[in-house]
Structure formats: C-alpha cells, structure tokens
C-alpha cells in the first residue's frame, strides 16, 4: 500500500503541472477526471460507473449540491461508496447534503448514515444479534428503567396512538448482552435544530424524514455502549461530518490536496 501510496503521490503531482484538474471544473468533470484514483479505492461490490451514476443521480435530486466545494462533495460521495451505502435514494442509506458554512461563506456537502445505513451496518457485525428502533406514542405503554437491572417495556396500542412522545434504541449482543438510548420528542426536537439550522433548506433529512432520523439517532446513541469493532466506530465517525481533502489515493479523507497547486481548500472547522 505504501508504494502504491508513493506513486500515486507522484503522479498527483504531475497532475498538478499539467493542471489536469481547477476549481472551475464541474464536479461531473472532475469524477471523470480522477477516475483512475476513484476505482483503485472503490470496495469491490462497486464499480466506478456505479459510483458515477450514483454521484449524478445525487446531483440530479439535489440540485443545489452542485454549489458545494468540489472535494467536499467527492469526499462525501467517498464516505458513502467505501462504506456501501447509496447516498439520496429512496432506501434511506445515506445522505449527501449541501451544508452553509457561514464563516467560510461557502456551500460544502455534509455525508450523513440514514436509519437504514445504520441498520445495515450494525448487522454487518456478527456481534451484533438484534438492532432496532421505534417511536412511542402517547397512548402506548411504555416504561423503562435504569441502574443495575436496566429494563425497557413497550406495548403499542394498535388504534388512535396519540401523538409521538419519544424514541428509543436498543441492541442485543449474540452473548446476551444488551443496551438502549430513550430520547423524548422535545430532546429530539432540540437535536434536530442543533445539527440541521445550516443545512440547505430545500433539502434535510430531518424536514423529510424526521421520524428515520430520530430512530438513527437513539440506535447511534445506543452503540456508544456497545463492544464493536474499530472498522463499525470509523464508519460511526463518518457520520455528519465534512471533508474538505481526500488522499491521493483517494483511499482516505482529509489528506493531500490533488488540485492545482494555486488552489487551496481553506481549511477549519464547521462553526
């Protein structure tokens, strides 16, 4: 991996003189143009057309994803790809959203699991023997308790629910063990405007599909207390986060700037 790395380097390098790649690119024409790079990092149940057609499709449904920062969009569709989750399709995998950083006065793409990719993921480790979320409405029968003998109760009732009240998320483990999160419908509230008051109003997961936003957040809150692998915690930490470099080898993100040298991503954190 290492030679591979060094030759990549250089010829990210020699891309660079040739001015192969600018910030006036198209974020189409630069997929196109760091195809090489792109298929060499794909996982194998992707093909680089797939990845294409995944990244226009994106594009097509958003929009206004086409005025994010070029590698904040490549290295969120990154995250997705490497992970094997279809980012803005109706399977709820993954999201890929232009994201306002009002400090840099620019448009960046922001990745984010869906409920589903966090179901997916969670079963991909063979700890794990059960996952699952649920909202709890007024008229169910719930209670829980914490401490030494921790215990959760939910019964639906199957007609006139009320109104949502809370969340809550749990797993069980192969040996037995098990955990859970419950949030209420106001702390879900609050959750929700902390991590979307930036996000592009024409499109948010949480405007459009509140209620698998909110599952994905108890179950994330719940694996915090469960013993999962470090590959399962680096996927976790993907979540709702924005990269602004990507490896030569496009194998990792942050890493090298592959554009022209008298282009710099401006650098620092989402305020």
Not at 214 to 224: F, G, M, N, Y
Not at 239 to 251: F, G, N, Q, R
Request: some cysteine; glycine content about 6%.
């Amino acid at each position: 991996m290492t030679e591979i790395k060094k030759e990549l380097a250089k010829k990210a390098e020699t891309t660079k003189k040739e001015s192969r790649l600018s910030k006036s690119m198209s974020i189409e024409d630069l997929i196109h143009a760091l195809e090489p790079e792109i298929k060499k990092a794909l996982p194998e149940i992707l093909t680089p057309e797939r990845f294409t057609r995944m990244a226009l499709s994106a594009l097509n449904t958003n929009p206004k994803l086409r005025e994010c920062t070029q590698m904040s969009f490549l290295a969120a569709l990154m995250n997705a790809a490497q992970l094997g989750l279809e980012p803005n399709t109706p399977l709820g995998q993954a999201y890929l959203i232009p994201y306002k950083n009002n400090r840099k006065g620019i448009m960046e793409c922001q990745f984010q699991i869906g409920y589903k990719g966090m179901i997916d993921l969670s079963y991909r480790n063979p700890q794990i023997q059960m996952i699952a979320a649920h909202e709890v409405y007024e008229n169910d029968t719930f209670d829980y308790e914490l401490g030494l003998h921790p215990r959760l109760v939910h019964r639906p009732v199957l007609e006139e629910r009320g109104e949502v009240r809370l969340f809550y998320g749990f797993f069980r483990m192969v040996n037995g063990g098990f955990g859970f999160e419950v949030m209420s419908r106001a702390d879900m509230d609050a959750y929700s405007r902390e991590h979307s008051e930036s996000i592009e109003s024409s499109f948010s997961p949480w405007k459009d599909s509140y209620v698998q936003m909110a599952k994905k957040t108890v179950i994330k809150k719940a694996l915090k207390y469960a013993p999962l692998k470090s590959d399962f915690r680096r996927a976790l930490s993907t979540d709702e986060t924005i990269k602004t470099e990507i490896y030569e080898d496009m194998s990792e993100v942050p890493g090298g700037n592959i554009f022209d040298a008298d282009y710099q991503e401006p650098c620092g954190d989402i305020e």
